[in-house]
């Protein structure tokens, strides 16, 4: 249904806004680099103030108790990743004044396919303490030489006077994150001044979002608009915009785009949008996760099944990337103790509200569609004896909550990784984050081949025994959806945000973390020194250690650090 139109009053607000974004244009032209480092360092400091007040906000709507170690989530996917990528922003922007590449200082290689990487965690002291065993790698497409990546590195900033009007971030209602980050990436990397309209969840902070944002919407280069789909509605088809970012998912696009009903459908059969300027988005999918059959211990088997139960129910589940599709191997002679401990975790995880609209239906509908559902405890459902042939809707509807599936195929560890890849690309909706778990052993008996594998996957983000949300939590590395959609198939979204190193048209990011935590995995002679991660669920000092890693971010200094390792291994 077509939302009605805003009032008379709302037009003339919205209107106002879109006209002082148009005069705002010029004062963000008229920028240099060196006002618009400032500004981000502004910026930053205007998160480290306002962290508490935005942390109560999110824990407010979400529903969480003050008390509980899930309010570490809120740090982590809140005011950090906008500390960080303030930071590493105004490292980029440095480099382009000092005239160096945002790239420089930073380690190629080269990856399978003639593509070449660029390794982007660890990449500071900082990095290599708090991230022990974590890497990161942006892998650019197939053909692009390390001069090119050099030499284009820096988009918009290279050319800072030349801006590109006015566009409109539709904010997302779950990662508080998000809707900041999308506003810096269109400023920094796209040159467009830029009008926020926040997701009617995140109305409550609106206040604390005004405040980090101060210094830009003082500029006239940012304004923040509140409201229901009538008001994203004008605004996207306001005739002074020119651009339109969201985050979402591809049904909410398609109605965007094309409009809804039989006539939404119509025009995109014909391939004729309703809105006719350019839209980048972010949106969800299935992420599966990839169980690569091995020889694991009771320790690995029970730590993993953890990771994997916080790949879904991380924020409750409301995550776009949130694995929704576990695929393991029917041959695999520890599947079985596999799928009772990820039971267990998926139980035992501490129980929240379902806080995101429409929770409660989705749940219900994937509990319909499959007879064999299991409701667990806290609301969960996991849905397991999937026919391979006709796996049903698991694979191609985003449940956008707490659903996990699980799909059984078969072969030993070479077959059954091919036979997986093929069903991630081909019939897995969604191309945004794929996670991969594998044992050491593994992974060296895989040697190339792995690689190779993880060349053939079509994401924007590949985990290797770590989360695809590492990624998102990289300033440095890209996010978003595997290049090559078109608005007709959207899948996971067009374009790529965060990529504070400035970097044109990178591929994919690829993500690798340990596959035991220490101390054990020290015990297993693996020089790791990073516990369990705060942001697993199951993490008793998440909320402390959470705050510590935003403070840590507002002031890094080596003072911070006993009481962060402390914290962490508390948990």
């Given at each position: 249904?077509?939302?009605?139109?805003?009032?008379?009053?709302q037009?003339w607000?919205?209107?106002?806004?879109v006209?002082?974004?148009?005069?705002?244009?010029?004062?963000w032209?008229?920028?240099?680099?060196?006002?618009r480092?400032?500004?981000?360092?502004?910026?930053?400091?205007?998160t480290a103030?306002?962290?508490?007040a935005?942390?109560?906000?999110?824990?407010a709507?979400?529903?969480?108790?003050?008390?509980s170690?899930?309010?570490?989530?809120?740090?982590i996917?809140?005011?950090?990743p906008?500390?960080?990528?303030?930071?590493?922003?105004?490292?980029?922007?440095?480099?382009?004044?000092e005239s160096?590449?945002?790239?420089?200082?930073?380690s190629f290689?080269?990856?399978?396919g003639g593509?070449?990487t660029v390794?982007?965690l660890p990449?500071?002291?900082?990095?290599?303490?708090?991230l022990?065993?974590f890497s990161?790698?942006?892998w650019?497409?197939?053909?692009?030489?390390?001069r090119?990546?050099?030499?284009?590195?820096?988009l918009?900033q290279?050319r800072p006077?030349?801006?590109?009007?006015?566009?409109i971030?539709?904010g997302?209602g779950?990662?508080t994150?998000?809707?900041?980050?999308?506003?810096?990436?269109?400023?920094?990397?796209?040159?467009?001044?830029v009008?926020?309209?926040l997701?009617?969840?995140?109305?409550?902070?609106?206040?604390?979002?005004?405040?980090v944002?101060?210094?830009?919407?003082?500029?006239?280069?940012v304004?923040i608009?509140?409201?229901?789909?009538?008001v994203?509605?004008?605004?996207?088809?306001?005739?002074?915009?020119?651009?339109?970012?969201?985050?979402?998912?591809a049904?909410?696009?398609?109605?965007?785009?094309?409009?809804?009903?039989?006539?939404?459908?119509a025009?995109?059969?014909?391939g004729?949008?309703?809105?006719?300027?350019?839209?980048?988005?972010?949106?969800?999918?299935?992420?599966?996760t990839?169980?690569?059959?091995g020889?694991?211990s009771?320790?690995?088997?029970r730590?993993?099944?953890?990771?994997?139960?916080t790949?879904?129910?991380?924020?409750?589940?409301?995550?776009?990337v949130?694995?929704?599709v576990?695929?393991?191997?029917?041959?695999?002679?520890?599947?079985?103790?596999f799928?009772t401990?990820?039971?267990?975790a998926?139980?035992?995880?501490?129980?929240?509200?379902a806080?995101?609209p429409g929770s409660?239906?989705?749940?219900?509908r994937?509990?319909?569609?499959y007879?064999?559902a299991?409701?667990?405890?806290?609301?969960?459902?996991?849905?397991?004896?999937l026919?391979?042939?006709?796996?049903g809707p698991?694979?191609?509807?985003?449940?956008?909550?707490?659903?996990?599936?699980?799909l059984e195929?078969?072969?030993?560890c070479?077959?059954?990784l091919?036979?997986?890849?093929h069903?991630a690309?081909?019939r897995i909706?969604?191309?945004l984050?794929?996670n991969?778990?594998?044992?050491?052993?593994t992974?060296?008996?895989?040697?190339g081949?792995l690689?190779?594998a993880i060349a053939?996957?079509?994401?924007?983000?590949?985990?290797?025994n770590?989360?695809?949300g590492?990624?998102y939590?990289?300033?440095?590395?890209?996010?978003?959806?595997?290049?090559?959609h078109?608005?007709?198939?959207?899948?996971?979204?067009?374009?790529?945000?965060h990529?504070?190193?400035?970097l044109?048209?990178?591929e994919?990011t690829?993500?690798r973390?340990?596959?035991?935590?220490?101390?054990?995995?020290?015990?297993?002679?693996?020089?790791?020194?990073?516990?369990?991660?705060?942001?697993?669920?199951?993490?008793?000092?998440a909320?402390?250690?959470?705050r510590?890693?935003a403070?840590?971010?507002?002031?890094?200094?080596?003072t911070?650090?006993?009481?962060i390792f402390?914290s962490?291994?508390?948990?």
């Amino acid at each position: 249904m077509t939302p009605s139109p805003p009032s008379t009053e709302q037009v003339w607000e919205l209107d106002r806004a879109v006209d002082d974004l148009v005069r705002g244009e010029a004062a963000w032209a008229a920028c240099d680099r060196a006002k618009r480092r400032e500004v981000l360092r502004q910026v930053h400091a205007a998160t480290a103030r306002a962290a508490e007040a935005w942390v109560r906000a999110a824990v407010a709507y979400k529903r969480l108790p003050d008390d509980s170690p899930l309010v570490g989530e809120e740090w982590i996917t809140g005011p950090y990743p906008v500390l960080t990528s303030c930071g590493a922003l105004v490292a980029s922007i440095e480099a382009l004044e000092e005239s160096r590449s945002p790239v420089d200082g930073f380690s190629f290689g080269r990856a399978p396919g003639g593509r070449v990487t660029v390794r982007v965690l660890p990449h500071s002291v900082w990095d290599q303490l708090l991230l022990n065993g974590f890497s990161a790698e942006v892998w650019m497409p197939p053909g692009v030489t390390e001069r090119e990546v050099r030499t284009r590195a820096g988009l918009a900033q290279l050319r800072p006077a030349e801006t590109n009007g006015v566009g409109i971030v539709l904010g997302a209602g779950n990662i508080t994150s998000i809707p900041i980050l999308d506003v810096l990436y269109e400023l920094y990397a796209n040159n467009r001044v830029v009008a926020l309209k926040l997701n009617p969840v995140t109305d409550g902070l609106l206040d604390v979002f005004g405040e980090v944002l101060a210094p830009l919407i003082d500029l006239g280069a940012v304004r923040i608009v509140t409201g229901g789909a009538d008001v994203g509605a004008y605004l996207v088809h306001h005739p002074k915009v020119s651009h339109v970012h969201m985050t979402g998912s591809a049904a909410t696009h398609d109605a965007i785009v094309f409009g809804t009903g039989a006539e939404g459908a119509a025009r995109k059969a014909a391939g004729t949008p309703l809105l006719d300027k350019p839209v980048t988005s972010e949106l969800g999918g299935v992420s599966p996760t990839i169980v690569i059959p091995g020889d694991w211990s009771e320790a690995d088997l029970r730590y993993q099944a953890e990771h994997v139960a916080t790949q879904k129910l991380h924020n409750g589940g409301y995550n776009c990337v949130a694995s929704q599709v576990v695929v393991i191997s029917s041959e695999w002679k520890q599947k079985d103790r596999f799928l009772t401990l990820l039971r267990q975790a998926l139980s035992d995880a501490p129980v929240r509200p379902a806080y995101y609209p429409g929770s409660d239906e989705r749940v219900n509908r994937a509990v319909d569609a499959y007879a064999d559902a299991r409701r667990l405890a806290g609301g969960r459902v996991l849905l397991t004896d999937l026919d391979p042939a006709e796996p049903g809707p698991a694979l191609t509807t985003e449940y956008f909550g707490p659903v996990l599936a699980v799909l059984e195929l078969p072969g030993d560890c070479g077959q059954f990784l091919d036979l997986a890849i093929h069903t991630a690309n081909e019939r897995i909706a969604g191309t945004l984050g794929v996670n991969l778990i594998a044992h050491p052993r593994t992974v060296a008996m895989l040697g190339g081949a792995l690689d190779e594998a993880i060349a053939e996957l079509r994401y924007g983000t590949v985990a290797l025994n770590a989360w695809t949300g590492v990624g998102y939590l990289t300033a440095t590395a890209g996010w978003g959806a595997f290049p090559g959609h078109t608005p007709d198939d959207v899948q996971s979204g067009i374009g790529v945000v965060h990529n504070a190193l400035l970097l044109d048209g990178p591929e994919r990011t690829v993500v690798r973390g340990p596959f035991r935590p220490a101390p054990r995995a020290l015990l297993h002679g693996q020089p790791v020194m990073s516990p369990r991660p705060p942001w697993f669920v199951t993490h008793r000092t998440a909320a402390t250690t959470g705050r510590l890693l935003a403070d840590f971010a507002a002031a890094p200094r080596w003072t911070a650090l006993p009481k962060i390792f402390a914290s962490a291994l508390r948990g």
